[in-house]
């Protein structure tokens, strides 16, 4: 089975690295990406995280479009109501103008932060996510109608393309209007137990054809660790259990080492909550991994894999990207 794979980067901050090292070296995984043939590489949207340093998506996207050649890159996503509509257009359609042809606009619909950064950050209050989101379409298609405030806006560069924008999908609520709007479709698995094969149905029972997708594309995020053997894999997944453990009870911390998980004392409750968000984690060698991944994919009905891996270690993040496509080559 051939299996579309690509990057989804949060950025994440371990235990002992500066955070500003951690935005750097997005490039080290983005330029190894490009050179094993991954789709797209998309950064996520979060604020005011010690974990999370992808606070700014679209900057890392033009440095890491700059520094590789071929993969697409975006964002996986921005989040709508943190921004105007006119202000992400402008954004995007600029950096379409320096990288031609790969670019990607994903858009969610959650703030991406918790609440005080929320606040901070609100553009709209009030506003609907569909009300900003066709406010969005339109300026991107100029299919503003006649009589329309926004009617003579001109998204500049205007005669760079818009790049094909994708909803994000975390309870199947964006699919049918994803759909309807000739949009691609993310759902994002990694951190919802809801299957994805019901909202990525309603999406392509609904699609209309448009410039940007004359069919219609879904990808479900997944979050892996792959090592070479699965003793290796569970080790390294130690430290995303104990990490969400702490976001469950509103601890927000750098991602743990394998030596914090040593001696951390789990209670049978914490073991009992860790077994129950493991299902949502594909974990194991190569082998075990891509036949996990595949059944995914099938049950799903999706057309791509978008794989977030979060360790403390840098090396064995790489590492697990590069087992990954070496299973699907």
């Given at each position: 089975m051939h299996v579309p794979l690509s990057v989804l980067d949060l950025a994440p901050v371990p235990t002992g690295t500066p955070a500003a090292e951690c935005v750097r070296r997005t490039v080290d995984l983005a330029r190894l990406a490009d050179e094993l043939g991954y789709q797209r590489y998309w950064f996520a949207e979060?604020?005011?995280?010690?974990?999370?340093?992808?606070?700014?998506?679209?900057?890392?996207?033009?440095?890491?479009?700059?520094?590789?050649?071929?993969?697409?890159?975006?964002?996986?996503?921005?989040?709508?109501?943190n921004h105007t509509p006119l202000r992400i257009a402008e954004a995007f359609r600029t950096l379409s103008a320096l990288y031609p042809g790969r670019i990607d606009l994903g858009l969610g619909r959650a703030p991406g932060s918790e609440q005080v950064a929320s606040k901070a950050l609100r553009a709209f209050d009030g506003n609907s996510f569909s009300s900003l989101m066709s406010e969005l379409i339109a300026l991107t298609r100029s299919m503003f109608p006649a009589g329309h405030p926004f009617g003579e806006l001109q998204?500049?560069?205007?005669?760079?393309?818009?790049?094909?924008?994708?909803?994000?999908?975390?309870?199947?609520?964006?699919?049918?209007?994803?759909?309807?709007?000739?949009?691609?479709?993310?759902?994002?698995?990694h951190f919802t137990a809801d299957p994805p094969g019901p909202p990525i149905g309603l999406y392509k029972e609904a699609f209309t054809p448009s410039a940007e997708f004359p069919a219609p594309h879904a990808i479900i995020a997944v979050a892996v660790v792959c090592a070479e053997t699965n003793d290796r894999a569970e080790r390294l997944a130690s430290t995303?259990?104990?990490?969400?453990?702490?976001?469950?009870?509103?601890?927000?911390?750098?991602?743990?080492?394998?030596?914090?998980?040593?001696?951390?004392?789990?209670?049978?409750?914490?073991?009992?909550?860790?077994?129950?968000?493991?299902?949502?984690?594909?974990?194991?060698d190569p082998r075990s991994v891509r036949e996990?991944?595949?059944?995914?994919?099938?049950?799903?009905?999706?057309?791509?894999?978008?794989v977030v891996t979060n360790v403390w270690s840098h090396e064995a993040r790489l590492h697990s990207y590069r087992l990954l496509a070496k299973a699907f080559s």
């Amino acid at each position: 089975m051939h299996v579309p794979l690509s990057v989804l980067d949060l950025a994440p901050v371990p235990t002992g690295t500066p955070a500003a090292e951690c935005v750097r070296r997005t490039v080290d995984l983005a330029r190894l990406a490009d050179e094993l043939g991954y789709q797209r590489y998309w950064f996520a949207e979060h604020h005011s995280l010690p974990s999370v340093a992808s606070s700014s998506p679209e900057v890392l996207i033009a440095h890491v479009a700059a520094h590789t050649e071929r993969i697409r890159v975006g964002s996986g996503g921005i989040m709508l109501p943190n921004h105007t509509p006119l202000r992400i257009a402008e954004a995007f359609r600029t950096l379409s103008a320096l990288y031609p042809g790969r670019i990607d606009l994903g858009l969610g619909r959650a703030p991406g932060s918790e609440q005080v950064a929320s606040k901070a950050l609100r553009a709209f209050d009030g506003n609907s996510f569909s009300s900003l989101m066709s406010e969005l379409i339109a300026l991107t298609r100029s299919m503003f109608p006649a009589g329309h405030p926004f009617g003579e806006l001109q998204v500049m560069p205007a005669d760079a393309a818009s790049p094909p924008m994708w909803i994000l999908g975390s309870s199947g609520a964006s699919a049918t209007s994803a759909g309807r709007a000739g949009l691609g479709y993310a759902y994002a698995t990694h951190f919802t137990a809801d299957p994805p094969g019901p909202p990525i149905g309603l999406y392509k029972e609904a699609f209309t054809p448009s410039a940007e997708f004359p069919a219609p594309h879904a990808i479900i995020a997944v979050a892996v660790v792959c090592a070479e053997t699965n003793d290796r894999a569970e080790r390294l997944a130690s430290t995303m259990d104990l990490a969400w453990l702490r976001i469950e009870r509103g601890a927000f911390s750098p991602l743990p080492s394998p030596e914090e998980v040593d001696a951390y004392p789990f209670d049978p409750s914490e073991r009992h909550a860790i077994a129950r968000r493991r299902p949502l984690v594909v974990i194991g060698d190569p082998r075990s991994v891509r036949e996990q991944l595949e059944r995914r994919l099938t049950e799903s009905g999706a057309d791509e894999i978008m794989v977030v891996t979060n360790v403390w270690s840098h090396e064995a993040r790489l590492h697990s990207y590069r087992l990954l496509a070496k299973a699907f080559s």
